[in-house]
């Protein structure tokens, strides 16, 4: 039997994975009228946040979508690099996997918003949003990369 911690790995990342998928599609399912609502009272909390500060920069609904969009798909791109590297642990092969999930997921997720009311189905947010899986499981696999080296070069040294 594999070693249990892996096994735990592998199950709390495919449960994380699903999960944010299920939010990602969750939120495209709501209407135009509930979506703005919600960035809309974001925005006016970190707005008022930032005039608190004495910082004289107005955010707008844009910004704040977008922001998400690249915030959640981050997220999104972290959770399925770790949870495919848990399976197959090596980088090539993870990123092979990976990102093509990511990019149906987006996909996917602009699709959905055909059927909520008021919305629309927008190819450069399905851009950003695999722009933002891109980012993150490069990030990922950089850094799994380099610790793998170093751990190389610690051992390389150990043995001299």
Known sequence: MKNPRVLTIRIIFTVLSVTA??????NSSLSAV?????SGSLL??????????????TLTDHFIRKTAHFTEYSILGILLTITVISYVRRIRPTLAIALPLG?????????????????SCEIADMALDFSAVIFA????????YLKRREKTKKEGNTNE
């Open 21 to 26: 998928v299920a939010a990602i599609f969750y």
């Open 34 to 38: 509930d979506s703005s609502s919600q």
């Open 44 to 57: 006016d909390s970190i707005n008022s946040f930032l005039h608190s500060l004495n910082i004289n920069i």
């Open 103 to 119: 990019l149906i997921v987006s996909i996917c997720d602009e699709l959905i918003q055909l059927g909520s009311e008021g919305r």
């Open 137 to 144: 499981a490069l990030t990922v696999t950089g850094i799994l």
